[in-house]
């Protein structure tokens, strides 16, 4: 029998069988009952804490062009140096590479060695870690975000609108699904980067019970290459997802530039369901952690329970 099975019967027996004990003078076995309940009690106080927050370290980074090597350990030391609890850890689009169109030399399979990087760094440091790169499969190539376990598990989310501006659509092939994962009971919606100007894509799918409504996800997540000269459209973007959603929204975008002469101010941001900053930092690389609360989210919910009178719409494939 567990001892916390052996715990808690000692505890659902009559008050008679603890007078008994009492009167045989077995106060010692009384006493570790008492404090074995306590530690029970603590524990379930821990674990509804844990039910109720959600700790994310975002990374905004100088990416080195089309350098696997030297971003997978730039990130690595980046990681190693986080202080205090780490929970998610969110990388940049294309985080080993920069935006990159060459497809052919720094494509990787699902078991190549970015894909094993992550898997590395998660285990290693008991951590979810996300961020997108380029996937070849079937003769395709995917601008794919990897949502890696520390048990070595993932999911991952292909990005469904594709940059034509810059050729992306040329060399990749869009993705035709969300990926709305889930960690300590908070439902995380994740996208990259162009995704962000589609907001049909991200919009909550409501459903609308006799008493409440059930939002489909409480964190929207983006990682982008997002260049400083468009930089007013991601700060305006980012915080109207989180009004209309009523979410938390994680920007995670890249500084420095790329291999195109492109500069990126990062302007990476942390949005609360109120459309209020809670986190943003430009031009430099920062690596910030901050600890989002599930009660928060519930009050703007239920204060303002707009979500309920949104329309209902499907939204069809790519053809």
């Known amino acids: ?25 077995n106060l010692c076995l009384l006493i570790v009952a008492i404090m074995l309940s306590q530690a029970i009690k603590m524990n379930n106080f821990v674990k509804n804490q844990n039910m109720s927050s959600l700790t994310i370290t975002t990374i ?25 609890h780490k929970e998610l850890v969110i990388l940049p689009e294309m985080f ?36 997108s790169l380029i996937i070849e499969e079937d003769g395709k190539y995917f601008n794919r975000l990897v949502w890696m376990m520390p048990n070595g598990h993932y999911g991952y989310y292909d990005k469904r609108h594709l940059f034509g501006y810059a050729g992306e659509d040329n060399f990749y092939t869009s993705g035709e699904r ?44 983006i990682v982008a290459n997002w260049p400083a000269k468009r930089s007013h459209a991601w700060k305006s973007l980012l915080c109207a997802r989180a009004i209309e959603n009523q979410c938390f929204v994680v ?23 109120m459309g209020e900053k809670i986190y943003e ?24 329970p707009f979500l309920k009178d949104a329309d209902s719409f499907n939204i069809h494939h790519h053809q």
């Open 178 to 221: 969300r990926l709305i994962t889930s960690v300590n009971g908070w439902k995380i919606n994740l996208q990259i980067c162009y995704d962000l100007r589609f907001p049909v894509w991200s919009r909550q799918q409501v459903v609308v019970g006799e008493n409440d409504t059930a939002p489909e996800y409480d964190v929207l997540i």
């Open 251 to 273: 920007g995670v975008n890249r500084v420095g530039n790329d291999g195109n002469g492109f500069y990126h101010s990062g302007d990476s941001t942390i949005i609360d369901p």
């Open 1 to 25: 029998m567990l001892l916390e099975d052996f715990m808690l019967s000692f505890l659902h027996c009559s008050a008679n069988r603890l007078i008994h004990c009492v009167k045989q003078r």
């Open 96 to 131: 080993s590479t920069g935006f990159s169109m060459n497809t052919k030399v720094l494509a990787e399979t699902m078991d190549g060695e970015s894909i094993k990087w992550m898997e590395e760094m998660s285990k290693k440091h008991k951590i979810i870690l996300t961020g």
């Open 60 to 84: 905004q980074a100088d990416l080195k062009w089309e350098d696997k090597k030297s971003n997978l350990s730039m990130f690595e030391n980046k990681i190693e140096a986080i202080e205090g």
């Open 281 to 304: 930092y430009s031009d430099l690389e920062n690596v910030f952690t901050t600890t989002l609360h599930k009660d928060q989210l519930e009050t703007v919910r239920k204060t303002l």
